[in-house]
């Protein structure tokens, strides 16, 4: 049984060994130009490092994505590579919700079940940016109502009207939540924020204001300005969302 910290998916070092043996990157490359430059999967583990250029990680993950969706190439090795390329965002994502546990007991893998579900349905057809976001945040909102479904059950095991009754009552109070990976691509396609606006805000949820400016070369009053820009944005064009 894996324990908490543990990753399910296997080691990088053996996958990517095992995929350049193999010429994954010429055969995928042959379907997606833009992987025509990646001379090895290992050089993919660049792709979401800090200070990398937005435009161009979503061109590499667009292309691995329409590789492993189950309606684009169809290509497992291509889902484990994204889910290795994601693993900070699973391991971030696990920690918020550390109360759902996957087949082995684990929240991580919990969350890596959910987003390679993700992976193997994106609408990669209508979806060109933001794609970790999109990922991520997909698996969390789903993960989130499973959470909410699960807090409601447990309340039928506790005396009613108890403090840990009413703390799971709180826990399982309904989110009217938006499909947030939708409201993003809305967003950005509408011109109303930019893809960096977004991947700010998405990097500030999964890490501290310092840590994230560190990143991006910026002081943290610059993150909280801009994550409080982007969320005033965001809920400003509520209803011209759902009208669209």
Not at 100 to 112: F, K, N, R
Not at 123 to 149: E, Y
Request: hydrophobic letters at 50%; one cysteine or more.
């Amino acid at each position: 049984m894996a324990r908490d910290g543990e990753w399910p998916v296997g080691a990088w070092e053996d996958l990517a060994a095992r995929l350049d043996a193999a010429g994954a990157m010429t055969r995928w490359a042959a379907a997606e130009p833009v992987l025509a430059g990646w001379t090895s999967v290992e050089a993919l583990r660049t792709v979401l490092a800090p200070g990398t250029d937005r435009a161009r990680a979503d061109a590499v993950l667009g292309a691995l994505v329409r590789r492993a969706a189950a309606d684009g190439g169809d290509d497992p090795d291509a889902v484990l590579v994204l889910l290795h390329l994601l693993r900070r965002g699973v391991f971030a994502l696990a920690g918020r919700l550390a109360g759902l546990a996957g087949v082995d007991g684990s929240p991580v893998s919990a969350v890596t079940a959910e987003l390679t579900c993700r992976i193997r349905t994106f609408p990669w057809r209508r979806r060109s940016r933001s794609i970790a976001a999109n990922l991520l945040l997909g698996a969390k909102d789903t993960l989130w109502k499973q959470h909410c479904r699960l807090s409601r059950a447990d309340t039928d095991l506790v005396e009613p009207g108890s403090p840990l009754w009413e703390r799971l009552a709180a826990d399982a109070a309904p989110v009217p939540e938006p499909d947030l990976a939708d409201l993003f691509d809305w967003a950005a396609g509408a011109g109303l924020v930019t893809t960096d606006d977004l991947a700010l805000l998405v990097a500030s949820e999964r890490d501290t204001h310092r840590r994230v400016a560190d990143a991006y070369g910026v002081h943290a009053r610059t993150v909280r300005r801009h994550r409080a820009r982007t969320l005033r944005v965001l809920r400003q064009a509520g209803d011209r969302y759902l009208a669209a």
